[in-house]
């Protein structure tokens, strides 16, 4: 049935001010360093025309990752592109980020110490600070924690984590923000040292807090950094299987903090809507069918919501980030490069707004199929433009919106980012068959995105009119249409409407 939609701004309820830098992103550790990271897809499997075969033996990562040569943060198309979504928090992390060493005095000529897995050149590193400093963005990392820095029973030592932190400090780009490990709940899977249990990632979370506030007390120390512990992996459609919890040793954000002596600042977690076709054999996985579904849109929202109980119990007060974010763990599903996934990607920022102040950082700039940028080349895909759009036409402040969510009609609502009188919306027509009609009063501009040749095509259109970049490399005029009283959404569409 057709959707009938009143905007009306009498009934907007101001709700809270907004991070200038909500959307931000991941740049992998090993995208900095070169190393494995998921492989590609099939051009078939991106169009959806030839399915992606069940990896049975998922702990076989052959079957799924290749080596990537690291990418080039120096490119200045790939400047161009981040200065043009604006100011972010650049995230440099990843599980390759709990083996890294940091050979800035070239100790090891490139070759990987014992106990680590790869190496981080002093060239490489300052690169990446520059690439920060281009985009006026802040950086936050993780450190290593792997049996190259200490035996599971040996308090963790800092001699590593001091020389990156003193080295970004010198070239005048500080770290700006800290989690001490990547994941640490997933203790099997993130290269800690043999035998590391909770307790000790609490021993050692403690000091790792308490150096910070020693050493670096304008970094803000942001934790714990989890995964999957609210068990959103067995949220998947019924006929995927069942969750990751099922199949790897996990530990709660209680007993990583344990008593908890050094407060943090920020309380993160990683939120995926579940795992790819790559991991689809361990469960969790959402078939395409089911992308533009009410318990698949209500995904990020609810890991939001549960996690803020964890985020007052922890850091009362403060912000709340997704450091990881995306469609799906295992490098995202083959729809993620199109604009399929588009409808979730503004969903996601629309119902965080309504849930909290923090920062999503998507995963990630410009690596594997859920990246912004296509890797190598960097040619922006759908997603890249949808947050563009969200960070132009989107103020500050968030308003809550009665009866926002039912299917055909998913409304959120913002201040006008250029400070004029008025406001935003943003109307995601969540039906695969029918048209969501959107009233108001008086005139507006609409920005309405959909796929070109439908749903799962790899070009988004703007109003009708195709968003790539021309040959200079600059970006397609992304200007609403002026309209009247009301406009129709395709099936599948999104729409910024600005109204006085």
Same mark, same amino acid.
């Given at each position: ?258 008593? $908890?002596? &050094? *407060?943090? %600042? ?8 579940? +795992?790819? #076709?790559? @991991?689809? !054999? ?24 549960? $996690?803020? &109980? *964890?985020? %007052? ?8 980030? +997704?450091? #990881?974010? @995306?469609? !799906? ?108 009609t959107v009233q108001f009063d008086g005139a507006a501009q609409a920005y309405v995105l959909t796929g070109k040749t439908g749903i799962r095509s790899r070009t988004m259109c703007l109003n009708g009119k195709d968003l790539v970049l021309d040959a200079n490399d600059e970006l397609p005029e992304l200007t609403g249409e002026a309209v009247s009283d009301k406009i129709e959404l395709a099936p599948g569409a999104c729409a910024f409407i600005v109204v006085d």
């Open positions: 049935m057709a959707k009938f939609v009143k905007l009306d701004s009498s009934k907007l309820t101001a709700l809270r001010e907004i991070d200038e830098r909500l959307v931000s992103y991941n740049v992998e550790m090993t995208e900095v360093t070169g190393g494995t990271f998921w492989k590609a897809y099939t051009e078939a499997q991106v169009d959806g025309t030839e399915e992606f075969p069940v990896i049975k033996d998922w702990s076989n990562m052959g079957n799924l990752q290749q080596w990537y040569d690291p990418i080039d943060t120096t490119n200045p198309r790939l400047i161009k592109l981040a200065k043009d979504l604006g100011t972010a928090w650049v995230r440099v992390s990843g599980t390759w980020a709990n083996k890294t060493y940091y050979d800035f005095d070239n100790n090891y000529n490139g070759k990987v110490p014992e106990g680590f897995q790869n190496v981080l050149s002093k060239q490489q590193w300052l690169n990446l600070l520059d690439f920060v400093r281009a985009i006026d963005g802040k950086l936050l990392v993780s450190i290593a924690n792997c049996p190259g820095i200490h035996s599971a029973d040996e308090p963790m030592p800092f001699d590593q984590a001091d020389l990156l932190f003193r080295t970004s400090k010198e070239y005048g780009v500080p770290i700006s923000a800290a989690e001490f490990t990547n994941e640490p709940n997933l203790i099997a899977l993130s290269g800690l040292p043999k035998g590391y249990t909770a307790a000790d990632h609490a021993r050692d979370h403690d000091l790792f807090g308490a150096w910070l506030r020693e050493n670096y007390p304008d970094c803000l120390f942001v934790g714990p950094c989890t995964v999957g512990d609210i068990d959103m992996f067995n949220m998947g459609n019924d006929k995927a299987g069942g969750g990751m919890a099922a199949g790897f040793q996990m530990v709660t954000t209680e007993e990583l903090l344990g008593e $908890y002596k &050094s *407060k943090m %600042d920020v309380f993160s977690y990683h939120y995926y809507n579940g +795992v790819s #076709e790559r @991991g689809a !054999a361990m469960g969790g996985h959402w078939p395409y069918e089911a992308i533009l579904s009410e318990r698949y849109l209500g995904v990020a929202g609810y890991c939001a919501r549960q $996690y803020t &109980s *964890k985020r %007052d119990k922890y850091v009362p007060g403060g912000q709340l980030w +997704v450091t #990881e974010s @995306g469609d !799906a763990g295992c490098g995202g599903n083959t729809w993620a490069s199109t604009y399929a996934d588009v409808p979730r990607t503004l969903n996601e920022l629309g119902d965080f707004c309504t849930v909290t102040d923090g920062i999503v950082f998507h995963n990630t700039l410009a690596s594997s199929d859920y990246g912004y940028l296509k890797h190598g080349t960097f040619d922006p895909r759908p997603n890249y433009f949808a947050v563009l759009l969200w960070n132009r036409l989107m103020g500050k402040t968030c308003y809550s919106v009665p009866n926002n969510l039912v299917e055909g009609a998913h409304v959120y609502c913002h201040s006008r980012k250029d400070g004029k009188d008025g406001h935003v919306y943003l109307v995601i027509n969540n039906s695969w068959t029918e048209t969501t």
